[in-house]
């Protein structure tokens, strides 16, 4: 379906204004709403593609700006050398409080939004699959997508780099679909080993796809754009999506079986 770009607003949060971008369909009528978050240079064109592409098949995407108590409204980080030591320091010097504090700000947004139907997921790439982890620890999200998510096994998030996203794990009570490129440096062999073990030992009913791609394949713009693996990712998140968000989906009666599948 078509799309528009129809808002542009500053919700209201503890550290100030922060810009959040909405995508929808142009049709009349309610959506299920997403939060989409954005890699280290907030919301480049890539990240608007991503947005436009799910608000395409049938949802309400709002898009915040990850750094809006740090950097003017607009700012997108070019992606280069400086944007990306900008951005990773801006990760860093960031209070984890004010990540969370983000993450409620854009869900109450979406769930009061005129178009949208209240069932809400998250999705993020990079570091924004991290916040999309840590966004779907709020009881209103029903399922949340990761991309190749960084500083989860290393506790690498926010001020002071120990966050408490592995210790928070039963708090995740939606469906989680984690995606992982094998030749990630940033997610090596062993962190995607500590996370699955975290998330089985702990019951998480989720799904863990790893690919033969590196980090930012997803990235519809460089070098490490692989369109084919990127074409399945989308493919996956849609189906969780409209599976969780969608009308009539109800839980299936408990069999004793493993919840977790692997792929």
Same mark, same amino acid.
């Given at each position: 379906?078509?799309?528009?770009?129809?808002?542009? @607003?500053?919700?209201?949060?503890? =550290?100030?204004?922060? =810009?959040?971008?909405?995508?929808?369909?142009? *049709? !009349?009528?309610?959506?299920?709403?997403?939060?989409?978050?954005?890699?280290?240079?907030?919301?480049?064109?890539?990240?608007?593609?991503? *947005? %436009?592409?799910? *608000?395409?098949?049938?949802?309400? @995407?709002?898009?915040?700006?990850? #750094?809006?108590?740090?950097?003017?409204?607009?700012?997108?980080?070019?992606?280069?050398?400086?944007?990306?030591?900008?951005?990773?320091?801006?990760?860093?010097?960031?209070?984890?409080?004010?990540?969370?504090?983000?993450? =409620? *700000?854009?869900?109450?947004?979406?769930?009061?939004?005129?178009?949208?139907?209240?069932?809400?997921?998250?999705?993020?790439?990079?570091?924004?699959?991290?916040?999309?982890?840590?966004?779907?620890?709020?009881?209103?999200?029903?399922?949340? @997508?990761?991309?190749?998510?960084?500083?989860?096994?290393?506790?690498?998030?926010? +001020?002071?780099?120990?966050?408490?996203?592995?210790?928070?794990?039963?708090?995740?009570?939606?469906?989680?679909?984690?995606? &992982?490129?094998? +030749?990630?440096?940033?997610?090596?062999?062993?962190?995607? !080993?500590?996370?699955?073990?975290?998330?089985?030992? %702990?019951?998480?009913?989720?799904? &863990?796809?790893?690919?033969?791609?590196?980090?930012?394949?997803?990235?519809?713009?460089?070098?490490? #754009?692989?369109?084919?693996? !990127?074409?399945?990712? #989308?493919?996956?998140?849609?189906?969780?999506?409209? =599976?969780?968000?969608?009308?009539?989906?109800?839980?299936?009666?408990?069999?004793? !079986?493993?919840?977790?599948?692997?792929?």
């Amino acid at each position: 379906m078509t799309i528009k770009e129809t808002e542009q @607003v500053d919700l209201t949060t503890p =550290r100030g204004p922060m =810009r959040t971008f909405v995508f929808r369909p142009t *049709a !009349a009528g309610k959506y299920p709403g997403l939060v989409l978050f954005s890699e280290i240079f907030q919301v480049t064109a890539p990240i608007r593609r991503t *947005a %436009a592409l799910l *608000a395409g098949h049938g949802f309400v @995407v709002a898009v915040p700006e990850i #750094y809006h108590e740090f950097l003017p409204a607009g700012t997108v980080l070019p992606y280069d050398q400086a944007g990306a030591e900008r951005g990773n320091e801006l990760k860093t010097t960031k209070e984890l409080a004010s990540y969370d504090d983000d993450a =409620r *700000a854009v869900l109450a947004f979406l769930k009061s939004h005129p178009a949208c139907t209240g069932k809400l997921g998250s999705i993020g790439i990079c570091i924004g699959g991290h916040l999309s982890f840590r966004a779907a620890m709020n009881p209103g999200v029903l399922a949340a @997508v990761c991309f190749y998510a960084t500083d989860i096994h290393k506790r690498g998030l926010g +001020q002071g780099m120990n966050d408490d996203s592995l210790a928070r794990i039963k708090e995740l009570k939606g469906e989680m679909l984690m995606v &992982w490129g094998r +030749q990630d440096p940033h997610v090596p062999r062993e962190g995607r !080993a500590a996370i699955y073990n975290a998330l089985a030992d %702990a019951g998480t009913n989720f799904t &863990w796809h790893e690919f033969n791609g590196q980090h930012a394949f997803l990235r519809d713009e460089g070098p490490r #754009y692989d369109a084919e693996l !990127a074409l399945k990712s #989308y493919g996956l998140a849609l189906e969780l999506f409209k =599976r969780k968000l969608g009308e009539g989906d109800l839980p299936a009666p408990e069999s004793g !079986a493993s919840k977790e599948t692997k792929h």
